[in-house]
């Protein structure tokens, strides 16, 4: 398998307009069902074998949003968060998404107008022209479709390239697979010196250098996790992708089963919720929650 190789992104990105901010539209790629325990850790001995479903009732799973973001900007053009699932994964799931994935991904129901290129283009933007993916992180139900957009510049973290591209690394739920070798990878660095603080955020990146976008660092779920903070033009949104799986992560204080650092995971939230508290108006979206899902617009400006 030849690898995909990966260089260092100038940040700032070209494309700046002072002041600008950006079009959102949230994309609902495929839903999967999951044992509630993978999401909210539960107590006693058995809270492990939950978490993989092992015992629990068909009724009890919940349905679990895969999603994507489509971010419209004046000058710099179509950037996408993340790429939900490629509609491989419906015909050939092992292939698209590994064995491991394709075991976590039960109940998948999707339909071929919901990949995040079908729905780009239902929405007047030619995946094509897609400039630029911001990876939250590699999961492979995050990485699934990166294929699908052929003339687009891959942005993901360092240490979350590493970390997928490492020899064990479908145990951490990457796919290499998914990482095809003619797209173009750069990765961001939050020790670089263009790296600064914002609000509760000690690390972030200004992707454009105009304010309109911005990378933060939020580890933990995975070793390079980012989210992605969006200025509209009345208010912020906050994609937080996995950093809190769910906004009872972020407000009831319940945790998922697995985090790739403890420490890093906990770090990340409380600068999430501290955004959250100094940031009333802002728009929240955290990464596979289905009722906050259902409550978002089809589009925010
Ligand atoms: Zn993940």
Redesign the pocket.
């Known amino acids: 398998m030849m690898l995909a190789r990966a260089t260092a992104a100038e940040i700032p990105l070209p494309g700046a307009q002072p002041d600008a901010s950006v079009v959102l539209h949230p994309l609902l790629c495929a839903e999967v069902t999951g044992p509630p325990g993978w999401f909210h850790r539960s107590g006693g001995r058995a809270a492990g074998l939950k978490a993989f479903g092992v015992g629990v009732p068909q009724a009890e799973l919940i349905q679990v949003p895969i999603v994507a973001f489509l971010i419209e900007h004046p000058t710099a053009g179509a950037v996408l968060v993340d790429t939900g699932f490629h509609s491989s994964a419906l015909t050939d799931p092992r292939q698209n998404l590994g064995w491991l994935g394709a075991l976590m991904s039960r109940g998948l129901k999707m339909e071929p107008s919901q990949t995040a290129a079908a729905q780009c283009t239902s929405r007047g933007v030619d995946p094509q022209e897609v400039r630029f993916i911001v990876m939250t992180?590699l999961?492979f139900?995050?990485a699934s479709a990166l294929v699908d957009f052929p003339a687009a510049t891959v942005l993901v973290s360092e240490l979350e390239w590493q970390a997928a591209n490492a020899r064990t690394s479908t145990f951490g739920?990457y796919c290499k697979a998914q990482l095809d070798p003619g797209l173009s990878y750069k990765t961001v660095d939050f020790g670089s010196a263009a790296a600064c603080r914002r609000g509760p955020f000690e690390r972030t990146l200004d992707l454009f250098g105009d304010g309109s976008i911005a990378l933060v660092d939020t580890p933990g779920?995975?070793a390079g996790?980012m989210s992605v903070i969006a200025r509209l033009a009345e208010r912020e949104a906050l994609l937080a992708?996995?950093a809190i799986y769910t906004m009872a992560t972020l407000r009831d204080g319940e945790r998922p089963w697995r985090v790739q650092n403890e420490a890093r995971f906990e770090k990340s939230v409380q600068a999430l919720r501290a955004y959250d508290e100094q940031n009333p108006q802002s728009l929240i979206i955290p990464?596979h929650d289905m009722a906050a899902w259902k409550e978002l617009d089809p589009i925010y400006s």
């Open positions: 992180h999961h139900d995050h739920g779920h995975s996790h992708g996995d990464g």
